[in-house]
């Protein structure tokens, strides 16, 4: 699995028109091939600065993202932020749920 998490400061005047991009790319990118998740949060201390993060089967179905003309929309929001965005990009090969916090807390959860 892919993980990409993408940190994106708006300008405080374009704050709303980044908020739509980013919320009308929700659905139809959910339905590209390979795409598990695609989830976009609003920092609670900072309402300009947003977080995306896509979760990919593998990175063949994110590269296709990239290539989409959907993530040049994307790209072209930056003339629209106070700084490039941050871009982080995470391969994971095994993933654990709350089994892991029992083991740690001895079964007491």
Same mark, same amino acid.
């Given at each position: @699995? ?5 940190? @994106?400061?708006? !300008?405080?005047?374009?704050q709303?028109?980044? @908020?739509? %991009?980013?919320?009308? @790319?929700?659905?139809?990118?959910g339905?590209?091939?390979?795409? !598990? ?20 089967? %593998? ?6 993202h ?7 929309? !994307? ?5 629209? !932020? ?8 995470? %391969? ?18």
């Amino acid at each position: @699995m892919i993980i990409v998490r993408i940190i @994106m400061n708006a !300008l405080p005047e374009k704050q709303k028109e980044v @908020m739509q %991009t980013l919320v009308s @790319m929700i659905e139809p990118t959910g339905k590209e091939k390979g795409c !598990l998740s695609y989830e976009v949060f609003l920092d609670i201390e900072d309402k300009n600065v947003f977080s995306l993060v896509e979760e990919w089967e %593998t990175r063949d179905d994110l590269r296709l993202h990239w290539r989409s003309d959907r993530f040049g929309v !994307l790209l072209g929001t930056k003339a629209l !932020l106070c700084e490039p965005p941050k871009i982080q990009i995470h %391969t994971v090969s095994y993933s654990e749920g709350k089994e892991a916090i029992h083991a740690a807390r001895d079964n007491r959860i």
